[in-house]
């Protein structure tokens, strides 16, 4: 989670949840180690905001960070696997909230930094797309 957004939300930090500074190039790869440090533990998992900083649910992805590319760069054996989120407010009672899960991006090692992040934020607004449009066909 972003440093900014950390400090605003302690109690993410008491969920396992880790910060990372955008502005300090060197804290951005310590935090990416981490990850990749992390990750190496049976059974683990990390959610990233590749978009840098947790922004509102939209029918479209923000551009991302090239942080998951590096990731993919520098892990081994890690499933990239995008989750779309969208929330309804059509109801007049109350939101609804709608995930999906996709399949595990196959990973191109060889694919720059600024080629992954292209293909990673394809295959989420892809994912968003195919949720949205389930969502309103069954509205409608």
Do not use: C
């Not at 998992?45 to 649910?57: D, F, N, S």
């Amino acid at each position: 989670m972003e440093d900014k957004q950390m400090h605003e939300h302690r109690f993410f930090s008491k969920i396992g949840a880790f910060s990372i500074n955008l502005e300090d190039p060197k804290s951005t790869i310590t935090s990416l180690r981490f990850a990749v440090d992390s990750l190496s533990k049976p059974n683990s998992a990390v959610y990233i905001y590749p978009e840098g900083k947790i922004v509102p649910p939209a029918d479209k992805v923000q551009p991302f960070k090239q942080g998951l590319a590096w990731l993919a760069q520098h892990s081994s054996e890690i499933d990239f696997v995008p989750v779309a989120v969208h929330i309804d407010y059509s109801k007049q009672s109350k939101p609804e909230l709608y995930l999906s899960v996709g399949e595990a991006i196959k990973i191109d090692k060889i694919a720059s930094k600024q080629e992954l992040t292209t293909q990673f934020e394809h295959s989420l607004n892809t994912l968003l797309g195919e949720l949205i449009g389930r969502i309103y066909q069954v509205h409608s």
